[in-house]
């Protein structure tokens, strides 16, 4: 079965919104963990418009979860957090700091030699390493070069087609890029737009070991309420 690691950077975005600390972001990681979730994602960014520093310290010390730290590892203080808290996966992410959300993986032969030292030092903490990438399966064989164990493949061009209803073409190169990391001996995560509607299919690909989700997740929970929402994506990989 599919794990479901649940993003709640959409939670900490809200309570931002005011200064009273609702929605509490350790509350929604207690909810999801109740409902069944295997795993709990932020992505904190140096501006802290959303995942703040202080919440990553205060999910470490509750989660009783996989810990999932994703977000770009040359922008300070990320690493520095990382290492501290020594969570059981980072997803290193290419996002520029004036994005409105991550929308590309990594070119690794532009950023081969920076991503080397970087990944060293994750793995040298204990830290399970995964890249996040466009579903291109010439890149693939390349992310293990540079030490990765896992790769997220980037889905928003899958959830695009599948909302257009020009999804099959698409799919296909998500099913070979997943081959070829699999062949390539990496394990293959995957996240971004995936939904209720979308997911089942996307999951028919063997062996995804694990998707991120939070914005449609969140929005969805408005209407179905956060436990009811999480049990009904599970109940959706456990049919992968």
């Known amino acids: 079965m599919t794990k479901l690691s649940v993003n709640i950077n959409r939670i900490a975005l809200l309570r931002n919104s005011r200064n009273i600390g609702i929605p509490s972001v350790t509350e929604a990681a207690k909810t ?21 520093a202080t919440d ?40 520029a700091p004036d ?14 030699d920076r991503l080397l030292p970087i990944i060293e ?5 204990g830290i399970r390493v ?21 790769v997220e493949l980037y889905t928003e061009p899958y959830a695009t087609a599948f909302r257009e209803g020009r999804v099959e073409s698409v799919f296909q190169q998500y099913v070979l890029a ?16 995936l939904n209720l509607q979308n997911l089942a299919k996307f999951c028919s690909i063997p062996d995804i070991l694990e998707v991120s989700i939070g914005h449609a997740l969140i929005a969805e929970a408005l209407e179905m309420g956060l436990f009811n929402t999480v049990q009904a994506y599970l109940k959706i990989l456990a049919g992968s």
Not at 32 to 52: F, L, M, Q, S, Y
Not at 133 to 149: F, I, N, Q, R, S
């Open 130 to 150: 995964s890249l996040f990438m466009d579903a291109d399966a010439a890149l693939m064989p390349l992310a293990k070069e540079v030490g990765a164990d896992r």
């Open 32 to 52: 999801v963990i109740a409902a069944g979730a295997h795993g709990v994602t932020v992505h904190p960014r140096p501006d802290e418009r959303h995942i703040k």
């Open 99 to 112: 994005v409105l959300t991550s929308d590309s993986g990594w070119n690794i032969p532009e950023n081969r």
């Open 56 to 95: 990553v310290y205060e999910l470490a010390k509750m989660l009783t979860v996989e810990f999932n730290i994703e977000g770009n590892p040359f922008q300070p203080p990320f690493m520095d957090i990382v290492c501290d808290v020594k969570p059981a996966q980072c997803t290193l992410v290419p996002d």
């Open 178 to 193: 997943a081959q070829a990391a699999q062949s390539a001996g990496l394990g293959v995560n995957a996240g971004h737009d």
């Open 121 to 125: 030092k994750l793995k040298d903490n």
